[in-house]
Nanobody
Framework: QVQLVESGGGWVQAGGSLRLSCVAS????????MGWYRQAPGKEREKVAT???????NYADSVKGRFTISGDNAKNTVYLQMNSLKPEDTAVYYC??????????WGQGTQVTVSS
């Protein structure tokens, strides 16, 4: 079992930046990839960015060029650097860990609010 704890959310004006962190604990050796997802009020949860243990990344079209996902395997931590934030980026951001196609766990979420 894997436990995930996110941090770094907050309030920022449009055009600003935030950096999210997600620390994994427990059976971390089983993790093959991690990712960030978000859910805005009244909307379904959507993928933001993912990264494999080998460093391969994937981004949602809506965040390409603005967000960067990175990982530190030694610290069992994944980061999401968010630049040029827009009001439509407002959501609860969740971290997820996978072993292949099997979901190992979700974090509790961290709120990101971008004001216009």
């Amino acid at each position: 079992q894997v436990q995930l704890v996110e941090s770094g959310g907050g309030w920022v004006q449009a055009g600003g930046s935030l950096r999210l962190s997600c620390v994994a604990s427990g059976s971390t050796s089983s993790i093959t990839g991690m990712g960030w997802y978000r859910q805005a009020p009244g909307k379904e949860r959507e993928k933001v960015a993912t990264i494999t243990r080998g460093g391969t990344t994937n981004y949602a079209d809506s965040v390409k060029g603005r967000f960067t996902i990175s990982g530190d395997n030694a610290k069992n931590t994944v980061y999401l650097q968010m630049n040029s934030l827009k009001p439509e980026d407002t959501a609860v951001y969740y971290c997820k860990a996978d072993r292949g196609f099997f979901r190992l766990g979700w974090g509790q979420g961290t709120q990101v609010t971008v004001s216009s």
